[in-house]
């Protein structure tokens, strides 16, 4: 009987112990003590896998811990965006949201909360698309597409992702009046990939992945989808003003946690987000690539994301755009 209280108070004593050290181990202080995991709910080459890169080399240098990128494409986001709203509150697995966060929660029924389900640690940045064509195309300008289109009712293959992209490609086919083919793909790489390969004529992708291949001559581009003319292309107008007025849909990132993270980590995250959009190198990055810095606190964010929601499911309405 001695031998067996032994045994139990054994038992107790280095289950205490593993929870003392475990608690050690989330303290907040000593945030991270280990590895972080970031997901970025699409597939590789996207705008989101981009930007999240960027983060996580500044984070891993910082924080002396390695910040690992996981891509878990599908359903439009939703599978990665879930795997980390369902993961454990302790700061070890963020995730790199945009528009299509906002576009999901809008427009669809979703596994979480898209507000409440997280503690956001605050935005990156904002950046348009930009519409390109195969190089083969014989159009230059936004005007002579929707032309050639018009001509050509229902043979020209325009290539888009899940969430954002999808709706600012449909709004862009409903603005135009144009019959188009629209396929979807699981990234916006693969689609701006194809329209390269000319398996599909047209792609409106976020101009930070679209960028390095502008030169290589395989696609053209004709206009960018922000209210303004992006700093990275200058010289190319915005789709409203080269052809259809009124066109406008805008990108942006930011960075969350499982709901229930602990108020330091958060404010941790958000004072790195603040610290790294200030640096020299991250500004001039995203000039480069048509991408302004956008900083907002945990707060902003949580007002932030109604009113996207609000304002792409008047636009699923207005283009009478179908979700599955």
Do not use: C
Not at 36 to 59: C, E, H, K, T
Not at 161 to 186: D, P, Q
Not at 250 to 272: C, D, F, S
């Amino acid at each position: 009987m001695k031998a067996l209280t032994n045994i139990v108070t054994t038992i107790v004593t280095l289950a205490g112990a593993a929870q003392a050290t475990w608690a050690i181990a989330q303290s907040p202080a000593e945030y991270p003590a280990r590895p972080v995991r970031m997901i970025v709910p699409f597939a590789p080459g996207g705008s989101n896998d981009i930007m999240g890169r960027y983060l996580a080399q500044y984070l891993t240098e910082r924080f002396g811990r390695q910040v690992v990128l996981d891509n878990r494409p599908g359903a439009d986001g939703i599978i990665g965006t879930d795997i980390v709203a369902r993961a454990a509150p302790d700061g070890y697995t963020l995730l790199v949201a945009s528009a299509a966060h906002a576009v999901n929660g809008g427009t669809r029924k979703l596994p979480y909360h898209p507000v409440d389900s997280f503690a956001w640690a605050g935005t990156l940045g904002l950046g348009p698309s930009v519409l390109s064509v195969h190089a083969s195309l014989p159009v230059n300008s936004v005007k002579e597409l929707i032309a050639h289109g018009k001509a050509n009712p229902g043979k020209l293959v325009m290539s888009s992702s899940g969430g954002y992209a999808h709706f600012s490609t449909e709004l862009f086919h409903y603005m135009s009046g144009m019959k188009l083919i629209v396929v979807i793909y699981k990234g916006g790489f693969p689609a701006l990939v194809d329209a390269m390969a000319g398996q599909a004529q047209l792609n409106l992708g976020a101009l930070i992945q679209t960028i390095p291949h502008l030169k290589g001559g395989k696609i053209k581009a004709l206009g960018t989808s922000g209210a303004k003319r992006a700093m990275a292309t200058p010289d190319l107008p915005t789709i409203a003003e080269a052809g259809i007025p009124g066109y406008e849909a805008n990108n942006w990132w930011a960075v969350g946690a499982p709901a229930g993270t602990h108020a330091a980590i958060v404010a941790k995250l958000n004072g790195e987000i603040a610290r790294y959009l200030k640096l020299p190198d991250t500004l001039k990055r995203f000039e480069a690539e048509g991408v302004d810095a956008d900083f907002r606190t945990p707060e902003e964010v949580r007002k932030f994301l109604p009113v996207e929601m609000a304002k792409w499911a008047n636009v699923a309405k207005v283009a009478n755009i179908k979700t599955q």
